[in-house]
């Protein structure tokens, strides 16, 4: 290459080197990283590392074109030949316009960098060399020298390397001294402006969700965006194109096909389309797809194709048009190969408890049957059920829902969970009829799969059961209790939303039966359960019960903070048809009996027989009629003694309820004429005399707030983004201004001082 102009060379020009390449014709600016590019041109190192078709050489010209280099631009493309150093090192020679005596070029090694160094340190300027698809191996002469001249030419020469895989120029080295800037395959990935702008170019104009689903089937990938925008100029329907766009486009499997797979190596190559079928794999998983030989070739396969990007911790995730590509190719040479593939997946990732990804190959292998079986073995039916914070994808659901005779009980408790999920309540009633006949025929050898399945078939009565036969899902609750202490203590502890549902259902009875002490116990393990579980919902139910609890023990500032948390974020927002919506509306009722606002109490009654419409509750409609008793009783005039026994005695509730609730009826008809408004005599502590305390931070009050939600101190550091010593830290100051030593006294403490 010939070396840049010499009045070029005191610095920024206004007009590119004449070794820079024009502009593309379908350049799109790009100034977000023309930017970064200017910045790491300060340093020594700049790397930009993307797969084929990223667009690396288009943003090198645009930014070389901006004037905006610290001195002149030497450009090099290089051909493949780089390691021969007679070939790459005079063109690096000629780019730079150095002076280097040609028995140093001859020698290579130390006598060139030595050379190279001596002619560029007479410069008064810097100058930035780029090499353009640089793609020399790691150790070769040509790597080794080109470390050496940019230790010893700085800072005079700024090196700009585009590539696509790391080169190899000890990059760590440079990464720890902060001189290295890094663009990847991330970075370069299209916007959607940029998506669009690409698309004007070509004539398209699309809505910016279509610019956006086109952006996120290619993700972001350059060269497969500008193949889309040119079959979109012929498309009739641009929207309906973009619908069906993927890596099978046949202008994009030409390119991807030419340009990367058929220009690999054969091991290479076979350990591409193996492992085409995973979502994300490490070098183990793809050890065991494409056996010791091909698997060996992991670790120059994620050095040297920038189409595979990191996902942490070992994982790896392919492009996605790539990967379509390679499943295309794949089932095109061996499509006897991809089920015994799918099943060789689907058995390593359930044994590394990667439940969704062994069910996705399972079904995709055809075996929805082991799918069940899996599923049943790890009593993760709560993810399909929606227990839990992962949840099966609604398309897996789909294929699990289908149930073969031969397959066991497993396969037929899948599908009644899925058809549960699916709200086809008659074909849950079936399946389980018939997956309870089965599981009772299971030999007696096979005892602990035997519990397994009836657990199983225990949760999915319990969920269906919970809000239309509560007798019945409590019933389910206990046998689930009974199945889960015949197993290992770690089994049911590795799936918390099972004991969540059991404490739940079992709190939810004990309440209704007037069992108060009981059922605290119980809804305050479920609470913190539904919590380890991620069930949001489960949570919020049993916040409400807690608060109804508090209301029927007149613990009512107690009852409004439960209520209140339990319509907060990040809990779910309510449906009309949530079960316990009936129980938030009467504990707010009597809370407003309890202030003396008999009007605000009847608007909650109205809005709890509304919800009781949708979900009926006998035990809450009493609860309301009770309610809506004493707000008549509260509006007479003269004492309300002598009217409470009556109004009482008149409700159908349990015994033991009805001797608790009474002395709260009478202090809630006292607070209407202007009396105490506490129980004289009820299970409350007496209140104690607020004593003087440090006052508590910002950040102090937060985490105090979400103890009184009974949320463990990881949930604590989760929701407000702090790690778990910071939150203990924090709990241990809380502890030590208030003067108490637990978290139940913390918070009965910053109650009576009305911090909460």
């Not at 979502?279 to 030989?293: D, I, P, Q, Y």
């Not at 099966?392 to 031969?406: F, K, M």
């Not at 393990?525 to 539904?530: F, S, T």
Request: proline share 7%; hydrophobic share 45%.
């Amino acid at each position: 290459m010939d070396t840049c102009p010499k009045e070029q060379r005191g610095g920024p020009s206004s007009t590119p080197p004449a070794t820079v390449p024009a502009l593309p014709k379908w350049l799109i600016p790009r100034p977000r990283l023309t930017d970064r590019l200017s910045w790491g041109v300060l340093g020594p190192l700049t790397v930009v590392v993307g797969p084929v078709g990223a667009g690396k050489t288009a943003l090198a010209v645009e930014w070389a074109h901006t004037g905006r280099s610290p001195g002149p631009v030497a450009w090099v493309t290089c051909d493949g030949r780089d390691e021969l150093p007679g070939v790459f090192w005079p063109r690096v020679i000629g780019a730079l316009g150095a002076d280097v005596p040609v028995s140093a070029v001859a020698s290579g090694g130390p006598p060139l960098v030595a050379g190279l160094t001596a002619g560029l340190s007479a410069r008064h300027d810097p100058v930035v060399l780029v090499l353009d698809d640089f793609q020399t191996e790691p150790g070769s002469p040509t790597a080794e020298s080109l470390v050496g001249l940019l230790k010893h030419a700085a800072p005079v020469l700024r090196l700009v390397v585009l590539s696509r895989r790391d080169p190899p120029l000890h990059l760590h080295r440079f990464r720890l001294s902060g001189e290295l800037t890094e663009l990847r395959t991330r970075d370069l990935v299209f916007d959607d402006r940029e998506t669009a702008a690409l698309l004007a170019q070509h004539g398209v104009e699309v809505s910016k969700q279509v610019v956006s689903a086109l952006r996120k089937r290619a993700d972001g990938w350059a060269a497969g965006l500008r193949l889309a925008a040119m079959s979109m100029e012929k498309h009739s329907c641009p929207e309906k194109f973009v619908a069906q766009f993927a890596g099978d486009d046949e202008a994009v499997v030409s390119y991807l096909v030419e340009e990367v797979l058929d220009v690999q190596p054969a091991g290479m190559r076979q350990l591409l389309l193996t492992t085409s079928l995973l979502e994300r794999m490490n070098v183990e998983l793809a050890t065991e797809l494409a056996g010791e030989e091909a698997g060996g070739h992991f670790t120059a396969l994620v050095r040297e194709n920038s189409f595979l990007q990191p996902a942490g911790h070992g994982w790896y995730r392919c492009h996605r048009m790539f990967a379509d590509v390679l499943r295309m190719c794949l089932r095109h040479e061996t499509p006897g190969r991809v089920p015994e593939l799918h099943r060789r997946a689907a058995a390593w990732l359930g044994e590394h408890g990667m439940l969704t990804d062994a069910v996705r190959h399972w079904c995709a292998a055809g075996d929805p049957g082991q799918a069940g079986r899996l599923i049943v073995h790890r009593l993760a039916i709560g993810q399909l059920l929606g227990l839990t914070g992962a949840r099966l994808p609604d398309a897996l659901v789909r294929q699990l829902s289908e149930a073969p005779e031969a397959d066991g009980p497993e396969s037929v408790l899948v599908a009644a969970a899925s058809a549960l999920a699916r709200g086809d309540d008659a074909a849950c009633a079936g399946f389980l009829d018939r997956a309870g006949r089965l599981a009772g025929e299971l030999p007696a050898d096979q005892e602990d799969r035997g519990i397994r399945c009836r657990l199983t078939h225990a949760v999915i009565r319990m969920v269906r059961q919970r809000s239309r036969a509560p007798d019945a899902a409590r019933s389910a609750a206990a046998e689930a209790e009974t199945l889960c202490a015949r197993l290992t203590r770690a089994t049911p502890a590795a799936c918390p939303e099972i004991p969540a549902l059991t404490l739940a259902i079992r709190g939810h009875g004990e309440l209704r039966d007037g069992s108060l002490q009981a059922a605290s116990v119980s809804l305050t393990a479920g609470l913190k359960a539904a919590g380890a579980a991620g069930n949001g919902a489960l949570r919020r139910d049993c916040l409400v019960d807690l608060a109804l609890l508090e209301a029927l023990r007149g613990r009512f500032r107690a009852a409004g903070e439960l209520a209140t948390h339990a319509s907060q974020p990040p809990l779910p927002a309510w449906t009309a048809a949530d079960s316990s919506r009936p129980s938030l509306h009467a504990v707010r009722a009597w809370i407003g009996l309890a202030r003396g606002e008999p009007a605000q109490a009847r608007r909650e009654l109205g809005l709890a027989r509304a919800a009781l419409g949708h979900t009926p509750d006998p035990f809450i409609a009493e609860i309301c009629s009770l309610a809506a008793d004493l707000a008549k009783a509260a509006e007479r005039s003269g004492p309300p003694a002598g009217r409470i026994g009556d109004t009482v005695a008149g409700c159908r509730l349990p015994s033991p309820l009805l001797r608790a609730v009474e002395p709260m009826c009478a202090a809630v008809l006292n607070s209407s004429h202007g009396a105490r408004t506490r129980v004289p005599a009820g299970p409350e502590p007496s209140p104690v005399a607020p004593g003087p305390v440090e006052r508590l931070s910002a950040r102090e009050r937060e985490v105090l707030g979400r103890l009184a939600q009974m949320m463990t101190t990881e949930e604590i550091a989760a929701d407000l983004y702090l790690s778990v010593n910071t939150v203990k830290t924090h709990l241990k100051s809380v502890y030590r201004k208030l003067a108490v030593t637990r978290r139940s006294a913390a918070v009965r403490r910053a109650r009576e001082l009305e911090l909460l």
